[in-house]
């Protein structure tokens, strides 16, 4: 019979320590706390990281100079986190992940509104087809932890990354990114 060495040596431990089965019940007890202790402290650890804003999810974006054509990124609720913010002219690869806890799209669109402010229909999204607003390509709402790679062929421009699912542009689902 196969046994876990842990297992095996909780048991020798209180085995010996204990020395006989009466204590046992004890011994669990004293196990359970330990257990019940570490996971106070996982569940305050983590209560920690969520009061210092620190999202693991989130490993931001690059300084807004690093130039690529190979774009790895993520979304999620709610922004776009981006390894550069820049690209030169012509074929444009972006390798994203969904970080998030519900589906999200990732729309390149060119465009020279600011960043964060093209304008939002009643539906709390924009026309994709709209004025000044040109929509390239796009991932499709595609689920959590999962990743899609989109290629693209960019001219030089004003571009934002985007989700234009209802209400999720409006919360901070864009990046602004550029082609020379
Ligand atoms: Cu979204």
Known sequence: MSQSPVLGSIRMKYSVKLMGPSLCGEAKGVLMKNFRLIGVL??????ALVSCGA????????PADTVSNKITGNVHEWGIDLSAQKATEGEVIFAIANFGTIAHEFIVVKTDYEVG???LGENNRFDEEGEGVEA??????????????LTVNLEAGNYQLLCNIAGHYKNGMYAAFTVE
């Open 42 to 47: 996982l569940l305050t650890a983590s209560f």
């Open 55 to 62: 999202d693991p999810t989130n490993f931001g974006t690059l």
């Open 117 to 119: 402010q093209i304008p």
């Open 136 to 149: 390239i390509n796009e991932i499709k709402e595609f689920p959590i932890n999962t990743s899609e790679v």
